[in-house]
């Protein structure tokens, strides 16, 4: 599948929405956007029956671990973006089950 949208880049007028061309994309993020930040997110775009989510990234390393993640049996979206926002792309990458546990949403045997 093609990619839709690889980045955007505009400025957060919300935790969540960042307006690009006069554009507002509401984006799911690890961390809450800053308000009046000019920012550059790398996109993973989720297309369901029922919505369009763009998942979004200050990073394409962040990115690239993300889209790792949700290709996981029993791990879904949100438990990506807990892994990354409680434990961060290094703990991630090191596969350090002890601090994995750790994220919201993340036990023993998922870890």
């Given at each position: 599948m ?22 507002g994309?509401?984006?799911?993020t690890?961390?809450?956007?800053r308000v009046g930040?000019?920012v550059?997110?790398?996109?993973s ?17 962040e990115?690239?671990v993300y889209?790792?993640?949700v290709?996981l049996?029993?791990?879904?979206a ?9 434990v ?6 090191a ?9 919201n949403?993340?036990g023993?045997?998922?870890?």
């Amino acid at each position: 599948m093609g990619v839709m949208i690889g980045y955007l880049e505009g400025r957060a007028v919300s935790a969540r929405i960042v307006v690009c061309a006069g554009v507002g994309y509401t984006v799911m993020t690890p961390e809450p956007l800053r308000v009046g930040e000019d920012v550059r997110l790398w996109v993973s775009t989720q297309v369901r029956e029922d919505s369009i989510t763009l998942f979004a990234f200050r990073t394409e390393q962040e990115l690239a671990v993300y889209e790792a993640l949700v290709k996981l049996p029993g791990v879904g979206a949100q438990t990506a973006l807990a892994l990354l926002r409680d434990v961060g792309v290094r703990c991630v990458v090191a596969k350090d089950a002890s601090v994995l546990k750790r994220a919201n949403g993340v036990g023993a045997k998922l870890a």
